[in-house]
DNA sequence: TCAGCCGGTTGCGTTTAGCAATCGGTTGTG
DNA sequence: CACAACCGATTGCTAAACGCAACCGGCTGA
């Protein structure tokens, strides 16, 4: 996340060092499940409440580190639009098993965890059809899946919770 | 890892509040992997040279949440042996997609990196059968399996890649 | 014209990381 | 029985990161 000085050669430690800090993962996390692709997106509508020089300091030590570009808005000469490298698109395994581990073992609620539930029981095959839609939505590159859509069985599994409990969708 | 306040129920963040920082993988890491046991073990053979200050807060911490316990070494009284509880052990998926996630994209070092090319190609039946070592290890539940050992498999490339470069083993 | 949005920045206090030296008790060895 | 080495930490210190609140100048749509 931060210092330059590598402490070792370890796969294990090399991802922490990369992204083991509070909020590098929850704002890949809300531009992969949330599809935030502004900066005022990801502030007003997180969950957590990230501050603001917070979240512009990770965007930038993101960039830096190749898992967001930044590129300008067309419609708007102040508007920044952040995409997922394909090196933050292949954590989706990565944030699968975050999400099945604290499923277990951590107090989640249920609107905010059905999304990796569905993750988890979808499997490797679910992670890859996902994958490809964030390729195309963040890279550009044409889907070549033609079945339903993972993120729609997320998003539908997401609003349904949502309208059991009685609350207000955040993406 | 450190505050009482949760930030919000969503699986991945509650997972990152809990083990989000820098050294408390390292340390489940190295008892995982590397079977140290006791302070000085962790202290002495980190590979990322661990201070003993951070080292003696985060096995307090890993303590209170429920990942490893504490108990006296018959042997010494001075000892303590520290043992992984059930709710780390189940961190093997998620330690392992870091493993494979940091080998694709980080520039890790081929010793350090061949235990988890191993658990990354042998897919959740190793992992399952690892978790199953652990149980024996940590808990004292008898090993179901009969097959070799995951630990074994891990171990055996492990040197012979430091047999490779001319190193000195760490466990 | 002007309120509201745009991506940030600044200032400041609190918390955590990290280093080096040290602690008192215990143990194996000569 | 002396003593060095080892045991799990603790202390004092500085640097870095976190976190909050207020604020910035430029842009946009009504």
Redesign the pocket.
């Known amino acids: ?3 330059d ?1 590598i ?1 070792s050669g370890c796969p294990i430690n090399l991802t922490l060092e990369a992204l083991g ?4 993962l929850i704002v890949i996390r809300d531009m992969m499940f949330g599809n935030r ?8 509508n997180s969950e957590e ?12 030590r993101l960039t830096e580190g190749g898992f967001i570009t ?1 590129a300008d ?1 067309p ?8 995409s997922l490298t394909e090196k933050a698109i292949q954590l989706v395994p990565l944030l699968s098993a975050m999400g099945a581990w604290g499923r277990r073992h951590m107090p989640v609620t249920k609107t905010l965890s059905v999304r990796a539930e569905i993750l988890e029981k979808g499997g490797p095959a679910l992670w890859s059809d996902f994958m490809d839609e964030l390729r195309e939505m963040h890279l550009g590159e044409p889907r070549p899946g033609t079945g339903p859509k993972a993120s729609d069985q997320m998003r539908d599994a997401y609003l349904a919770a949502l309208k059991e409990e009685g609350g207000t969708p955040r993406s």
Chains 1, 2 share one sequence.
């Open positions: 996340m931060t210092s000085h402490r800090d509070r909020w590098s692709r502004h900066f005022r997106e990801l502030l007003n409440g990230i501050a603001s020089n917070i979240l512009a300091d990770r965007l930038k930044r808005d419609s708007h000469k102040q508007k920044a639009i952040y």
